[in-house]
């Protein structure tokens, strides 16, 4: 048990870097252009403050990826195998105290000198009986060969028994968390208003396709501080719409074992990018899903060209939004594998221009503007588990501290004389149950 203690100890120290320090999310161990831009987000977080080596040092140790660590999973698998341990050990223990009772017990155990016990006389065995059963005590009755009769009272006698209910439940939570990572999926959908996007990866069996219907946010645009933001979002499975809802924050749409959440939202101008005849390249939403000078920023390459194309959107003093374009020409990789780019002139297109970029053949324009939502798409089967989990250690603590066993133990000699004694679980406030105990025996009591 004191091992266990200190696994749990140790799992808390791992939990308290874990919700530290950023991690990793889940979708970036699907594939590995994936980890390394989440590893890029990290760096950029913590190069700064940290250093590139130590960070690199830390990406080997896994602490960016705690709960899903070797260090968190064995340390997972250690605690369960103290605690099915010490239940194993305490088990047979546990069952002989609850279930095995000795009702006789020797004159000396009722003497009253001793705490938590006490004497009378004029008692009757019956009447004692009566008084047990009226405190709810299952009573047991023995006669002796010197005429006395011993009374045993038991209340909640398997109440110790409990603990396995607590321990089960502390194993379940460890189950669910092995089932929630091996069989578990979380990645982000980023969807643009009137947009969709798979949830599994493409080619998985019964893939569903999100929807995004619309996307408000009343307040917004006037006070840059929404009151409320909802996605109208339907789900298709082989081209058929199997679900249909708004969500909001703390109201997702549960479909086929995946849970779809609200978390963010932000603009995704409509952009446009011609050639030199006015055949479109790109037309269509860009999500601005990052930040950079305080403003919404965004990227894309122009298909079937080498240049990049930078965007910040901006609000000009009249209130009108502007969309600052950044062109570069991509010359070329560095020796970390990015790309190496070469500036030209910037542009400022608002919604219905569009500028020629000098030194090239396209134009970039600003047709208008829409927004993004950016949901978590979440599958969790080991859901059930925690809840059964939960059951088990709620019931278990529930039981321990709401129904401690009390046991009482009486003598009642031939000319009745009465030696009673008290036992109870260390919740229960002995003096004062003891005390109306003794007060209605009392009662009871017959002239000698």
Known sequence: MNFAVVQIIVLSLLAVVGMTVRQLPGFAFRSTSDYVTAMADIHDRYDGLLGAGLVNALERLQVFQIFTSTWFTISLIVLATSII???????????????????????PFYDPKLPDRAAMTGAAAADVATVLRRHRFKVRVASTDDGATHLYGDRNQYTKLATLFTHAGLILFIVAAAVTTKLGDEQPLLITEGGSLTVQPVGAPGILVVKNLGFDAPGFLETGQARDFTTELAVYRNGQEIAHKTIRVNDPLEVEGYTLHENNFGPAPQIFVGDADGKPLWDGPVPFDGSAAGMPYGSMIVPGRDILLEFLLRRDADGIATVI??????TGEDAAGQPTTEALQPLAPRAGEAFAVAGTDI???????????????????????????????????????????????????????????????????????????LDDLVA???PA
């Open 363 to 437: 134009s970039v324009g600003v047709r208008g503007f829409s927004d993004y939502t950016l949901l978590i798409a979440k599958k969790d089967p080991g859901k059930p588990i925690v809840w059964a989990a939960f059951l088990c250690l709620i019931t278990g603590i529930a039981i321990t501290f709401y129904l401690p066993r009390r046991r009482v133990w009486a003598r009642v000699a031939a000319d009745g004389r009465l030696g009673i004694v008290a036992r109870s679980d260390r919740y229960v406030d002995v003096e004062r149950e003891f005390g109306r105990l």
């Open 444 to 446: 009871t009591r017959r």
């Open 325 to 330: 374009v950044q062109p570069s020409l991509i």
């Open 85 to 107: 341990c010490c239940t194993l050990d305490r088990t047979p223990r546990l069952w002989r105290q609850s279930h095995e009772v000795r009702v006789v017990q020797p004159e």
